[in-house]
């Protein structure tokens, strides 16, 4: 199952992100087990604008993935690699993703 531990502290909930900023870091950082997508790797249906390439047909976590706070505090970044990086770093994966080989 895919899931991850919350962070120990949330922004205030006006810093909550409601809709999908087209990062890509969902989509690149997370494992993703019903697509054999491993941690920190960018999934092969990511296309080059970060957008899904399949994405009616897309599997269930990603269907139920909302956007969050991370989503806003990623976005920002100049790149879907500084983005995956930091994704990984809020939630603590950075060595887990490096000896998954992402």
Known sequence: MDTFTAPPEYPPRSAM????????A?????????????????????GPE???GVYAARPAVC????PDWVC?????????QARVAR??????L???ARGAGG
Do not use: M, W
């Open 50 to 52: 970060c957008l899904c």
């Open 63 to 66: 269907r139920g993935y909302q």
């Open 87 to 92: 994704f990984l770093q809020i939630y603590g």
């Open 72 to 80: 806003g505090e990623v976005a920002p970044l100049p790149t879907l």
């Open 26 to 46: 969902c989509c690149a950082a997370p494992d993703i087990h019903a697509l054999g997508k491993p941690l920190g790797v960018p999934c092969v249906h990511l």
């Open 17 to 24: 992100v409601r809709a999908c900023t087209a990062c890509g």
């Open 94 to 96: 950075e060595d887990e």
